[in-house]
């Protein structure tokens, strides 16, 4: 069974990038770059296994509070994102799903000319402007310099510098950085410019 189309964000259109849901055929191009080295040189999980990665991006559209795409540029996938709905931290009583967790990858070829960072705002409009969310985290490695001005770019600012908190294979332990943005942020950032379906 999937989820109501009036439940999912998608498609969203961020100047030249198009956010989708993920079909099968995706797929094999996705996974393509998700386990070249050069692009997964920062995540925890350094490589997937072709099938469970196949299960879990044909699970998106069933889910309630998985909201993962993919982003294309002229008819070709060269990103995914990861927009995850989440229980925010309090106490009993608290409000639940309010908060999400966003994340992207770019596909190497396509590195560099501001898909990363359209991508993030298109994850940001979802959640905000159609998912209604209350906030947004992400996560990156501080020696991802990349990753970080993508946020930047996005307009999230960075909340916490977490001193060692994760191992890397090549590096050791590494710092890492979590950024946020409030709705109330992104819609005064945001008061005269929409992302469009």
């Known amino acids: 069974m999937s989820r109501s189309s009036s439940r999912s964000p998608w498609p969203l259109r961020v100047d030249d990038v198009l956010l989708r849901e993920a079909s099968e055929v995706d797929i094999e191009r996705m996974l393509s770059f998700r386990n070249d080295p050069s692009v ?22 069933t889910s309630d509070t998985d909201f993962s795409c993919v982003a294309e540029v002229a008819g070709h996938v060269v990103a995914m994102g990861f927009l995850e709905v989440v229980d925010g931290v309090g106490q009993p009583g608290m409000p639940k799903r309010t908060d999400g967790l966003i994340g992207y990858i770019v596909a190497p070829g396509s590195a560099g000319r501001g898909v990363g960072s359209d991508l993030a705002r298109g994850l940001l409009c979802a959640a905000f402007d159609h998912l209604a969310l209350r906030r947004v985290t992400a996560s990156c490695n501080a020696d991802n310099p990349a990753s970080a001005r993508v946020l930047e770019k996005a307009g999230m600012r960075r909340e916490q510098h977490g001193v060692e908190d994760s191992w890397h ?8 950085y979590q950024y946020a943005m409030l709705a109330r942020e992104w819609h005064a950032m945001n008061s005269g410019e929409r992302a469009s379906v």
């Open 169 to 176: 294979a090549e590096l050791g332990w590494v710092d890492g």
């Open 40 to 61: 997964n040189r920062f995540m925890i999980r350094t490589s997937v296994e072709p099938e469970t990665f196949r299960q879990e991006w044909l699970a998106v559209p």
